[in-house]
């Protein structure tokens, strides 16, 4: 099964508060899981990624936890900002291929 | 973060007429570009994957003849939407894949908004 199930479609989080996003996959190829950021009218923009044997990799206030038994990883905003309100894509790239399959995506909104 | 310049960013046409939008990796080599296809509040559709010296490898469903990729250099692929219609007016990504010293990343162009009239 090609598909990566992204959760929940919008996100309404108050600013300083952790914003979560859940993504989850059937496929065991997939071995690259990268997240993106995306802003109205312009192209995604990676935030960051992780290989399968890791459990948790952080970048900022950007975090993914990846949990490989249960073929689940998410990404956790930290201290969530307004400037963070835009819509995340995760992705799941095919060991040995160049196909990357993506998520539904979320809109976040960060209250001020 | 490696570099995708996309352009034009917006391009109004006429019914019948061919755009081409170009995607151009500034930083590094991309031996494989993806196209794109997102409408409003969806998710990325993949069109076509641009290897560099080889035809394009199109999706099920992707007119070929509609939607010419070209992928002439190691920086550069086009997609030339040919006789547009208004139905073909959307949001058309490309990314270019980079995996300089064996990290896999993918990163993307800006994006064009086509409005076919």
């Known amino acids: 099964q090609q598909q990566v199930k992204q959760s929940p479609q919008s996100l309404i989080v108050q600013k300083g508060g952790i914003s979560i996003i859940n993504c989850a996959y059937e496929n065991t190829a997939f071995d690259y899981f990268p997240w993106y950021q995306q802003f109205p009218g312009k192209g995604p923009a990676l935030l960051i990624a992780i290989r399968p044997d890791v459990s948790e990799k952080k970048e900022g206030r950007f975090t993914i936890s990846f949990n490989k038994s249960a073929k689940q990883f998410s990404l956790h905003i930290m201290d969530s900002q307004p400037g963070d309100s835009a819509t995340y894509f995760c992705a799941a790239l095919i060991s040995g291929t160049y196909k990357y399959i993506f998520g539904t995506g979320t809109r976040l909104k960060v209250l001020a | 973060g490696a570099v995708v310049s996309q352009h034009p960013s917006r391009v109004i046409c006429k019914s019948g007429t061919s755009v081409k939008i170009e995607c151009r990796s500034l930083?590094?080599?991309?031996?494989?570009m993806f196209w794109y296809r997102q409408f409003p509040k969806q998710s990325l559709m993949l069109m076509a994957t641009s290897n560099e010296g080889s035809k394009a490898t199109y999706e099920q469903g992707v007119e070929k003849d509609k939607f010419l990729i070209n992928h002439a250099s190691l920086t550069l692929s086009t997609l030339t939407v040919t006789s547009a219609h208004p139905e073909d007016s959307s949001f058309y990504i490309c990314?270019?894949?980079?995996?300089?010293?064996?990290?896999?990343?993918?990163?993307f162009g800006s994006g064009t908004q086509l409005s076919v009239l």
């Open positions: 930083d590094f080599q991309a031996t494989t």
């Open positions: 990314s270019a894949r980079d995996f300089r010293d064996s990290n896999e990343k993918l990163f």
